[in-house]
C-alpha cells in the first residue's frame, strides 16, 4: 500500500499510484457495505470532526456513515451556528477543535485555498470536502471507482465533462485526476462558462455538445453553480437546456454503452432530463453515491494509519 500524504487536500499533490491504492481499497469496502455486518475497525478509538462551512447533503452524510462505519466517535459541527457567525476566525475555529485532539478534520469552505490553510494549523489528518471552485478530491475518486468498475479500466476513455466547468470544482479535480491516469478528457460548454487557462490541463474544448459527445466512453454532467455566479453566465434556462442540457438526442452521439454521470445535486430539465437521469441502463448517479462511502472509509482508513504510523515514530 502507497499513500504517503498526512492530508487528502486535493488530488493535484496524488501520484497514480496513489490514486489506484485508494481505489483498490475502496474495493474492499464497497463489499463490507454490501454484507450483513458493515463495520470494521479501522479508525477505533479515532475521533472524526466533521465541518462544514457550506451546504451539503450526500458528501457530509457520507462522511458520517464512513467514519462510523469504521468506528470512529463522528461529531458534526453545524457551522451555521457556530461562533463562526459572531466573528471568530477560521485560524481561530481551527485551533479550538485542535485543542479537542481530533484525529481526522473533514472540512468543507466556500473559499478555495480555506482548507489548506486550516491544515497547516492543526496536529491531525485533513480531509478537504470541497473548497470555493479549487477541488473535490473524494468526488473525484469516487467518480474514477464508479467509471473503473463500469468500463472495467481507468485508462484510455474518452471522457465528456459538461456544462458549468468553470465554478466547478468537481470538474478541476476529476480532469486532474483523469489526466494522470492518461484518459482523453473533453470539456463541453459555452465559453462562458469555460476557465481561463484550461489548455494546461491538456483537455479539449467544445462548445458544441454534439461535437464534443462524439464518440464519449463517459459523459459527466455538472450542476449549474448559481451560487457561484455573479452575473448573467446563460441567456437564460431555458436557452441553456436546449443547448447543453443532456437529453436522448445529445446522448445518441455518444457511443452506445456510453454511462452517464452527476454529481448531484441534479436541476432536472436544466442540465440534465429526468428521463435519462433516472434511466438504469445509462445513468451511474445511485452508484456514484454508494462508491462515495465506500472512498472515504479507504481515504480515512489510509490516513489513520499515517497518523498512528507518525504518532509512534
Ligand atoms: N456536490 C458537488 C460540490 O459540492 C457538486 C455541486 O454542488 O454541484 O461541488
Redo the contacts with the bound molecule.
Sequence with gaps: MTYTHRHLLGIEPLHPAEITTILDLAETYVEQNRSGDKHSDALRGLTQINMFF?N?T??QASFELAGKRLGADVMNMSMQTSSVKKGETLIDTALTLNAMHPDLLVV?HPHSGAVDLLAQKVNCAVLN??DGRHE?PT?ALLDALTIRRKKGRLHRLTIAICGDIAH???ARSNLILLGKMENRVRLIGPPTLMPTGVAEFGCEVYDDMKKGLEGADVVMM??L?KERMDGGFIPSEREYYHRYGLDAEKLAFAKDDAIVMH???MNRGVEIDGTIADDINRSVIQEQVEMGVAVRMAAMDLLARNLRAARAA
Excluded: F, I, K, N
Design positions: 457550506e451539503s450526500r458528501t468543507r470536502a470541497g473535490h468526488q466547478s470544482r468537481v455538472l450542476r453553480q454529481p448531484g445535486p
